[in-house]
């Protein structure tokens, strides 16, 4: 996992040594064991949509195995906080969610489970905690949030995702060398995502030069990219309708220009 640093900066920070069980696309029950083999080690288990490569490690399974050991088990499911029950449910310890992805919140985050273990934490007050503490706004903030969740209906929710999601691939239907499908969540969250794939036999340019394009525009659209694939994932949750209407004319356009001139088009070319 890596969010502008890796995550092993993170575990070090908070005064732990990071051991990685596995590899990167596979992790057995056999590797967690050999990991988990000191006394001293508490398990941690990262879900993510981009951690998706190889085999999926089976939470509940992996928690056994950790407690089985007498150690606790943990899981960073910072953009997972529709699914919190859920993952409660594999017996983790404690579930750690960020406060500022799907919940909208100011930066903070989420420690819950256990009582011993969330109050555990609070050694870190004496610790990096203190540098990071959350503001007082910040805590505020997420209470709000949390309200607002459990007043979210859920299904209505979905719904409006779902219909944002189909609406999208339909529009990208007429866009020359673009092939675009819905692209459920790979760690089962409850939305799906655009899926753009760049038709080689077209002369649209590659996806990096269409994301490219898409953030030198105005305004500037930002997309995540996976470029290995020639392709690009769009998530919708956060965009208005507004917003939506103004990145699939852009897009179009961009479509409009690369097949008209039979190349890439000129805007491609800023740099
Ligand atoms: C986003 C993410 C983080 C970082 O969360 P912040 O609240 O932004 O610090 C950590 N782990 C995973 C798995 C993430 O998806």
Same mark, same amino acid.
Request: aromatic share 4%.
């Given at each position: 996992?890596? #969010?502008?640093h890796s995550?092993?900066?993170?575990i070090?920070?908070a005064?732990?040594?990071?051991v990685?069980?596995?590899r990167?696309k596979?992790?057995t029950? #056999?590797?967690?064991?050999?990991?988990?083999?000191?006394?001293?080690?508490?398990?941690?288990?990262?879900?993510?949509?981009?951690?998706?490569?190889g085999n999926?490690?089976?939470l509940?399974?992996?928690?056994?195995?950790?407690?089985?050991?007498?150690?606790?088990?943990?899981?960073d499911?910072?953009?997972q906080d529709?699914r919190i029950p859920?993952l409660?449910a594999?017996?983790?310890?404690?579930?750690?969610?960020?406060?500022?992805k #799907?919940?909208a919140?100011?930066?903070a985050g989420?420690?819950?489970?256990?009582?011993?273990?969330?109050q555990?934490?609070?050694?870190?007050?004496?610790?990096?905690g203190?540098a990071?503490?959350?503001?007082?706004?910040?805590?505020?903030?997420?209470?709000?949030?949390?309200?607002?969740?459990?007043?979210?209906?859920?299904?209505?929710?979905?719904a409006?995702?779902?219909?944002?999601v189909?609406?999208?691939?339909?529009?990208?239907?007429?866009?020359?060398?673009i092939k675009?499908?819905?692209?459920p969540?790979?760690?089962?969250?409850?939305?799906?995502?655009v899926?753009?794939?760049?038709e080689?036999?077209?002369?649209f340019p590659?996806?990096?030069?269409?994301a490219?394009?898409?953030?030198?525009?105005?305004p500037?659209?930002?997309?995540?990219?996976h470029t290995a694939?020639?392709?690009?994932?769009?998530?919708?949750?956060?965009l208005?309708?507004?917003?939506?209407?103004?990145?699939?004319e852009?897009?179009?356009?961009?479509?409009?220009?690369?097949?008209?001139?039979g190349?890439?088009?000129?805007?491609l070319?800023r740099?």
């Amino acid at each position: 996992m890596n #969010y502008g640093h890796s995550i092993l900066t993170d575990i070090r920070l908070a005064g732990a040594t990071p051991v990685v069980a596995g590899r990167d696309k596979s992790c057995t029950a #056999y590797d967690l064991q050999d990991a988990l083999a000191d006394t001293r080690t508490a398990c941690l288990l990262l879900v993510s949509s981009r951690l998706v490569q190889g085999n999926p490690v089976d939470l509940s399974e992996a928690v056994t195995l950790a407690h089985k050991r007498n150690l606790p088990a943990f899981i960073d499911g910072a953009a997972q906080d529709m699914r919190i029950p859920e993952l409660l449910a594999t017996g983790a310890d404690l579930v750690l969610v960020s406060a500022q992805k #799907y919940l909208a919140s100011p930066t903070a985050g989420l420690i819950i489970g256990r009582r011993a273990c969330v109050q555990a934490c609070r050694a870190q007050e004496q610790g990096i905690g203190r540098a990071m503490k959350a503001t007082k706004e910040a805590i505020i903030g997420v209470l709000a949030a949390l309200d607002e969740r459990q007043r979210l209906d859920i299904t209505a929710w979905r719904a409006e995702q779902d219909r944002k999601v189909h609406w999208f691939v339909k529009q990208m239907s007429g866009v020359a060398g673009i092939k675009a499908s819905e692209m459920p969540d790979p760690t089962g969250a409850l939305f799906s995502r655009v899926h753009l794939r760049i038709e080689p036999v077209h002369r649209f340019p590659t996806a990096s030069a269409l994301a490219q394009a898409l953030r030198s525009g105005n305004p500037s659209v930002w997309v995540g990219e996976h470029t290995a694939e020639n392709s690009l994932i769009l998530e919708l949750v956060p965009l208005s309708r507004e917003e939506l209407h103004r990145v699939v004319e852009r897009i179009s356009e961009l479509g409009r220009q690369s097949h008209q001139v039979g190349q890439t088009p000129a805007t491609l070319h800023r740099e």
